[in-house]
């Protein structure tokens, strides 16, 4: 019951069309395609997982994080946000 | 009146930290230093300017965004929380 | 004929592993797994991608780089080279 | 005698400018200006660490990188570059 800020749907097409651009680059490696040009269709890949990853944590603050702290109890909850972030944030 | 949860001594001790890097790379340059080590050194002061960007990431989740949560007014907080994570996670 | 450092069945291989990744996502997404969880998995899939990158450009450079420098016209090369770095590298 | 592709005198101007900018962060932190404008100046010097790394990178590869594939042993030099990359590129 956890509330995703893209809904449910949005975000199993988002990870779907992720799924097909993954496999899009297994044709360019297939066919010998030009490697600058795989390495371009694997930043956008990059970018969609990212773009999802931000409407998880969006759904998290907006739901989540934000029931803790209304009921009293967010401290848990925002320490393990904000190092979900830093691991995001990538390192 | 912010609360950064590294408190602003800790802040301002990295910052200067920081800066003496930034210094000490511009004497590497000076004096010609191989590339490849210029580059290890501003990778570890990108390394300290993100650590510094989490803890006040922190600092705000505790205490402005908590308190906005906890009157009631979050919505736009929340909003302004997850825009700058984007961007911090690099964009 | 370009040639990845890692072989054309490593770069496969990788790649398989991570649309199966993907689809691991979208299974815990239905499940309605934990947000925090599924950003941990979403991060693990970056770094497989990022990886795969990696292995291209360290292709790129050792194969169509070299090659370009060796028959004396690599500027061009290079300057595709960096571009594509500086895109990988996050902007 | 490295060659940086921003001459050395570029590259010192743009060093003092983030040291200037490292040093504006440290007076909105002593000012307590909002969190997340001081997290949005961060951005911007990490954005301007990254294009110096760009930079030295371009340099590097034109320079050293090439000279040491005209000369017959590029190997090690490639190697070296890639796994800067991979470092640069985060992690």
Redesign the interface.
């Known amino acids: 019951?956890?509330g995703?800020?893209m809904n449910?749907k949005d975000?199993?097409d988002r990870?779907?069309r992720?799924?097909g651009q993954?496999?899009g680059?297994?044709r360019m490696?297939?066919d010998?395609?030009?490697?600058?040009d795989?390495?371009?269709q694997?930043?956008s890949?990059?970018a969609a997982?990212?773009a999802?990853?931000?409407g998880?944590?969006?759904?998290?603050?907006?739901h989540?994080?934000?029931e803790s702290?209304?009921s009293g109890e967010?401290d848990e909850k925002?320490q393990?946000?904000?190092a979900?972030?830093?691991?995001?944030?990538?390192?």
Chains 1, 2, 3, 4 share one sequence.
Request: some cysteine.
């Open positions: 019951m956890y995703y800020a449910k975000l199993q990870l779907r992720i799924e993954v496999r680059v297994q490696v297939e010998d395609k030009y490697c600058i795989i390495l371009t694997l930043n890949v990059t997982i990212r999802v990853g931000i998880l944590l969006d759904g998290h603050v907006r989540c994080v934000r702290i209304e967010g925002i393990e946000l904000v979900a972030v830093a691991r995001f944030a990538g390192k």
